[in-house]
């Protein structure tokens, strides 16, 4: 029997495969290109047709290229372009301007404001003695106004939460009646700071003449310590008279905390059981009003 081998359909069969293996990259290819071009379409951040970007007269006619992250861009055009999208050729060293601070005083609180030309940070050094040094270091290692610091132990600070224009400040627990001196530092997000001159304020007298009230007197007792605490009704301040007979306000020795709060508490070394030990205690709130308790007399136990 003679065999006949048909070679038109063989050659058939192989130039459909040789077509499979061609068109199969280049229609995946161009389904997702479709792809992300309804997307980038639909994000319009995108330029469609990659040829325009290399075109003689692109950048004349429209202008600077911004690319989105979200274009794929074969890397032969960003070559082309020199171009490399986000990233900035320049660094940021100039200091943003500080356009106002205001300060609005109450007797026991004020109230600062500021504008600044970019988005900032800022800090509100403050307190009673002058000068008032604040500097700021070149470098920073975190946070927005760590940079910044006060040589002068007795300033205190306020630091804003949030990076805006327009930023704000309260100053609580003032002195009535007292000049406070401020200085306001801001800080953009490259780490360039500006300080403000020193403004001063004086508080208003307060209207509250009412003392705050000492309560909750405890004692505790440990094998070397007595700890003596109380409570306020307002954030006050702390001071403990004590000795080993009746006791003067104006002479005894004593403990004190500036602190202005609610719970108050110091430590005393504990004496032999046959020596007793008298105490006072002392509470003074942000306007000047005084509480002294009673004279309370204790014996260890031990």
């Known amino acids: 029997m003679k065999i006949i081998r048909n070679t038109k359909v063989k050659t058939i069969t192989s130039l459909a495969f040789m077509l499979a293996l061609v068109l199969t990259p280049a229609l995946g290819f161009a389904k997702e290109h479709d792809k992300d071009k309804k997307e980038n379409k639909k994000n319009n951040t995108c330029v469609h047709a990659f040829g325009q970007l290399i075109k003689n007269g692109w950048k004349e006619n429209k202008g600077e290229i911004s690319i989105s992250a979200n274009c794929k861009l074969p890397y032969g055009i960003f070559k082309k372009l020199n171009y490399i999208p986000h990233a900035s050729s320049t660094v940021d060293t100039v200091a943003p301007v500080i356009n106002s601070f205001n300060v609005n005083p109450q007797s026991v609180r004020a109230d600062t404001n500021w504008t600044?030309?970019?988005?900032?940070?800022?800090?509100?050094?403050?307190?009673?003695?002058?000068?008032?040094?604040?500097?700021?270091?070149?470098?920073?290692?975190?946070?927005?106004?760590?940079?910044?610091?006060?040589?002068?132990?007795?300033?205190?600070?306020?630091?804003?939460?949030?990076?805006?224009?327009?930023?704000?400040?309260?100053?609580?627990?003032?002195?009535?009646?007292?000049?406070?001196?401020?200085?306001?530092?801001?800080?953009?997000?490259?780490?360039?700071?500006?300080?403000?001159?020193?403004?001063?304020?004086?508080?208003?007298?307060?209207?509250?003449?009412?003392?705050p009230v000492i309560s909750n007197i405890m004692t505790a007792i440990t094998s070397?310590?007595?700890?003596?605490?109380?409570?306020?009704?307002?954030?006050?301040?702390?001071?403990?008279?004590?000795?080993?007979?009746?006791?003067?306000?104006?002479?005894?020795?004593?403990?004190?905390?500036?602190?202005?709060?609610?719970?108050?508490?110091?430590?005393?070394?504990?004496?032999?059981?046959?020596?007793?030990?008298?105490?006072?205690?002392?509470?003074?709130?942000?306007?000047?009003?005084?509480?002294t308790s009673a004279e309370y007399v204790i014996y260890s136990p031990f």
């Open 224 to 291: 070397n310590l007595l700890k003596i605490s109380w409570k306020t009704n307002e954030p006050a301040t702390s001071k403990l008279f004590y000795g080993t007979s009746s006791l003067n306000v104006n002479t005894s020795p004593n403990m004190s905390s500036s602190t202005l709060q609610t719970n108050h508490s110091f430590d005393l070394p504990l004496l032999a059981s046959t020596t007793p030990r008298f105490l006072i205690l002392q509470s003074t709130d942000v306007s000047g009003n005084v509480q």
């Open 116 to 211: 600044t030309n970019e988005k900032t940070r800022g800090v509100v050094f403050y307190g009673t003695t002058t000068p008032v040094l604040v500097k700021a270091t070149t470098t920073s290692t975190g946070g927005m106004l760590n940079s910044v610091y006060s040589t002068n132990g007795s300033m205190s600070m306020v630091d804003e939460v949030g990076v805006r224009t327009n930023g704000s400040v309260v100053l609580r627990n003032l002195i009535p009646n007292t000049t406070y001196y401020v200085v306001l530092a801001v800080r953009d997000s490259s780490g360039n700071v500006t300080l403000s001159g020193v403004n001063s304020f004086t508080t208003s007298t307060s209207s509250d003449t009412t003392a």
